[in-house]
């Protein structure tokens, strides 16, 4: 393959390629997840994504934020296999898909809270742009990821956010209508 002049070595890419998908294929793989894949299609789009990454930059093509860009290839995938007749799954191993980033323990919670949000009523755009924030993604990554604007992100967060404090506000009104006497026995809160 003909490399630009400017083009980097293949090793040193290699290993920046490599240091990379150390970092971050385990939230890009809950990203996949998260979109609806089964296990062997989040890996196909894993590694269709650090491939063409490898392609791109042995072509000496520079890439601002190769996190987002990732991101971006794996929803493109996504989308992709969508047009093709591929089905969603449910979001049911989000748990136990640890990365450096986010311990084991933590992800029960983040995988609880991301099964949950449907419930809330949020839109798809408003749950991928929680889904890619819930990676560390930047607004203007997301932004970047999703082809939308940066105050269109913010904007989408916001509502997102105003929809799962209404949704928990209600959840504390519902589990303080009864309070207990001191016999023991269940009245309702006044």
Same mark, same amino acid.
């Given at each position: 393959?003909?490399?630009?002049?400017? &083009?980097?070595?293949?090793? &040193?890419?290699?290993?920046?390629?490599?240091? =990379?998908?150390?970092? /971050?294929?385990? #939230?890009?793989?809950?990203?996949?997840? #998260?979109? $609806?894949?089964? +296990?062997?299609?989040?890996?196909?789009? =894993?590694? /269709?994504?650090?491939?063409?990454?490898? =392609?791109?930059?042995?072509? $000496?093509?520079?890439?601002?934020?190769?996190?987002?860009?990732?991101?971006?290839?794996?929803?493109?995938?996504?989308?992709?296999?969508?047009?093709? $007749?591929?089905?969603?799954?449910?979001?049911?191993?989000?748990? %136990?898909?640890?990365?450096? &980033? %986010?311990?084991?323990?933590?992800?029960? %919670?983040?995988?609880?809270?991301?099964?949950? =949000?449907?419930?809330? $009523?949020?839109?798809?755009? !408003?749950? /991928?742009?929680?889904?890619?924030?819930?990676?560390?993604?930047?607004? !203007? /990554?997301?932004? #970047?990821?999703?082809?939308?604007?940066?105050?269109?992100?913010?904007?989408?967060?916001?509502?997102? %956010?105003?929809?799962?404090?209404?949704?928990?506000? #209600?959840? +504390?009104?519902?589990?303080?209508?009864?309070?207990?006497?001191?016999?023991?026995?269940?009245?309702? &809160?006044?």
């Amino acid at each position: 393959m003909d490399r630009s002049p400017c &083009a980097p070595p293949t090793a &040193a890419i290699e290993r920046e390629i490599a240091a =990379l998908f150390e970092r /971050e294929a385990g #939230g890009i793989r809950r990203y996949a997840r #998260g979109l $609806g894949m089964d +296990e062997g299609t989040a890996d196909d789009a =894993l590694q /269709e994504a650090f491939f063409r990454l490898f =392609l791109c930059r042995t072509a $000496g093509q520079e890439i601002r934020s190769p996190k987002a860009w990732l991101f971006r290839v794996v929803h493109n995938y996504a989308i992709d296999q969508s047009r093709a $007749g591929f089905r969603s799954v449910a979001l049911d191993s989000l748990a %136990h898909m640890p990365g450096p &980033a %986010h311990p084991a323990e933590g992800n029960l %919670h983040i995988s609880d809270f991301m099964q949950g =949000l449907p419930q809330i $009523g949020l839109s798809a755009r !408003e749950m /991928e742009c929680v889904r890619l924030r819930t990676e560390d993604l930047s607004y !203007e /990554e997301i932004a #970047g990821v999703l082809g939308l604007q940066i105050g269109t992100v913010g904007a989408l967060l916001a509502r997102a %956010h105003g929809k799962v404090r209404k949704a928990m506000a #209600g959840r +504390e009104r519902q589990s303080l209508s009864f309070a207990p006497t001191l016999a023991g026995e269940k009245r309702y &809160a006044s």
